[in-house]
């Protein structure tokens, strides 16, 4: 008596919707994610509970490393190119397009202003070993025998000119000397400069 042969069936799944939600899931965080910026230094900051978010827009963001050098940077980068301008006006620097275009691309910036210009002009790679060995001065410039403000103090100033609404961040190293951020924080509370964040890693609260 012959075998009867029963028919197998190809089980098919329509894979459509699982496509669509994973395209779904791929563009909300692509719209919802946000980059970080390559610092210049290695920065480990010092721990804390307290749970305030810095906000993500409209801040001018100061990087104190455990030396002492000042770096600085902004989320907009149109507006970057507003305060350079004004800080190159009051130096009397005058910067190309090709230039102010790499000034806008630097995720950071924390460089004399009498040797902006020839940081600008080096290859990226090399501008980006250079900029650690920089930072913005915090003395005073003395013109006339007389002290005035910082370019520490006269970026925050164009800063502040360009975006009335901009707040400011500071994240230290939590090996940078307590002397170092007090003089950051002197040079802000000098300009009326007295709200800003404390940039810290954040951890519970122990029992």
């Known amino acids: 008596m012959g075998k009867v042969k029963i028919k197998k069936n190809d089980v ?14 791929l563009t909300f965080f692509m719209l919802t994610s946000t980059f970080v910026k ?8 010092p721990g804390s ?11 001018l963001n100061i990087l104190v490393d455990k030396s002492g050098k000042v770096f600085m940077s902004m989320d907009n980068q149109a ?51 250079e900029i650690k060995n920089q930072g913005i001065p915090t ?14 103090q006269l970026w925050v100033e164009q800063a502040r ?19 170092i951020i007090k003089k950051v924080m002197s040079e802000l509370q000098d300009m009326s400069e007295n709200r800003y964040y404390l940039i810290t890693s954040y951890k519970k609260q122990e029992d």
């Open 139 to 152: 003395d005073s410039i003395v013109t006339d025998g007389k002290k005035g403000k910082s370019e520490f």
């Open 161 to 179: 000119a360009v975006n009335a609404d901009i707040k400011i961040a500071i994240k230290a190293d939590e090996k940078t000397p307590y002397s």
């Open 79 to 129: 507006q970057m190119v507003d305060v350079l301008s004004g800080m190159t006006g009051q130096f009397g620097v005058n910067l190309g397009n090709p230039l102010i275009k790499k000034f806008q691309k630097d995720p950071m910036w924390g460089v004399p202003m009498d040797k902006l210009e020839a940081y600008l002009k080096l290859d990226e790679s090399k501008m980006a070993e």
């Open 49 to 59: 509970v307290s749970e305030i978010k810095v906000p993500e827009k409209d801040v």
């Open 12 to 25: 098919w799944i329509d894979m459509t919707p699982m496509s669509d939600v994973m395209v779904l899931l």
């Open 38 to 45: 390559n610092e210049p230094v290695k920065v480990v900051t």
